[in-house]
């Protein structure tokens, strides 16, 4: 992470990074006691191809991404307390969490009372922020961006796919074989499981090694892939721009969000990567899940930022 501390003391300093950070003024920065930027990666322009099933079978495309920037880490629960202790934002006071079932209850999971700063979500500043919706991931990235005078947005979905392949044609950026991931993912493991039942009483299959990691870790804590992205897989899912649409057919091809529809209410986003609670056949790169706009869950759902690279 990229930590900004100042003193009265240091104008030198500061108007260095006010230059390059693209602040307009030296005094709307100096009242700020400190501040954390997410740390970005640059990504390199490519292509890749995207595999689909379509209703005329497996559909193969190649997409074109231009160069861009993503966040080398999952968003966390101290970059996102920032802009809670700025802006006063609002969140839901709701979120999904796991459920024991019961004779009255067989569903798995529940939507109670929570918060994305309860510790039982947030055990750390240094852990992603869950609980939160596709709004608030997108209000963040837009104070941001005022705040900086940079353009830091949601990725794409094929943004985010190119970002996790790193240039890889394999299953998995590291390879094919998923007994490997637990080096490179928090995903649902030996020691997911254990947790789950014990505290659920649930009993989901998860990939045969072990983590280390009950539920979320701090970002970071596995390798990165090729292009230096960290948790790219597991964690928690991530939010893109994108919303979800029964076939690809039409998709854009050069790496642009497919927005077409997704004014309509009942209109659902996708969220790519697995998570803490999912197995490895749901943190394939190429797969993700949906979950409503203004819908905050537990069960690891959160968000890296992209930024776009002025031309």
Not at 81 to 99: E, I, M, Y
Not at 105 to 128: I, L, Q, T, V
Not at 277 to 306: Q, W
């Amino acid at each position: 992470m990229q930590f900004i501390h100042h003193s009265y003391m240091q104008c030198s300093v500061q108007l260095a990074i006010v230059s390059m950070l693209g602040f307009s003024t030296f005094s709307s920065f100096a009242h700020q006691a400190s501040f954390t930027l997410p740390e970005m990666q640059t990504i390199p322009a490519g292509s890749y191809v995207r595999e689909r099933e379509s209703n005329n079978g497996m559909l193969k495309q190649q997409v074109n991404v231009k160069r861009f920037k993503l966040a080398k880490y999952e968003i966390t629960v101290g970059e996102f307390r920032q802009f809670v202790n700025a802006t006063g934002h609002k969140t839901r006071d709701v979120c999904w969490n796991w459920s024991e079932k019961t004779p009255s209850y067989k569903w798995f999971m529940k939507r109670e009372k929570g918060s994305w700063s309860d510790n039982a979500y947030a055990p750390s500043d240094k852990h992603p922020v869950m609980c939160v919706t596709w709004y608030d991931a997108k209000a963040y990235a837009k104070w941001l961006s005022n705040k900086t005078g940079r353009s830091f947005r949601l990725p794409t979905e094929a943004e985010w796919e190119y970002a996790a392949l790193g240039n890889q044609t394999t299953v998995y950026y590291f390879g094919n074989d998923a007994s490997e991931i637990c080096k490179y993912a928090n995903i649902l493991d030996q020691s997911g499981e254990v947790a789950m039942y014990r505290d659920y009483k649930q009993k989901p299959k998860g990939v045969n090694c072990d983590d280390g990691v009950e539920y979320t870790a701090k970002v970071g804590s596995f390798q990165a892939n090729p292009f230096g992205l960290h948790d790219m897989l597991g964690n928690v899912f991530e939010f893109v721009e994108d919303c979800e649409h029964n076939d690809y057919e039409n998709a854009p091809l050069d790496g642009s969000a497919w927005t077409k529809g997704c004014d309509a209410a009942d209109a659902k986003i996708l969220k790519k990567g697995g998570s803490y609670g999912f197995s490895e056949r749901r943190a394939l790169i190429t797969g993700g899940g949906h979950a409503g706009k203004d819908n905050p869950s537990a069960l690891g759902e959160g968000f890296r930022l992209a930024e776009t690279i002025i031309q």
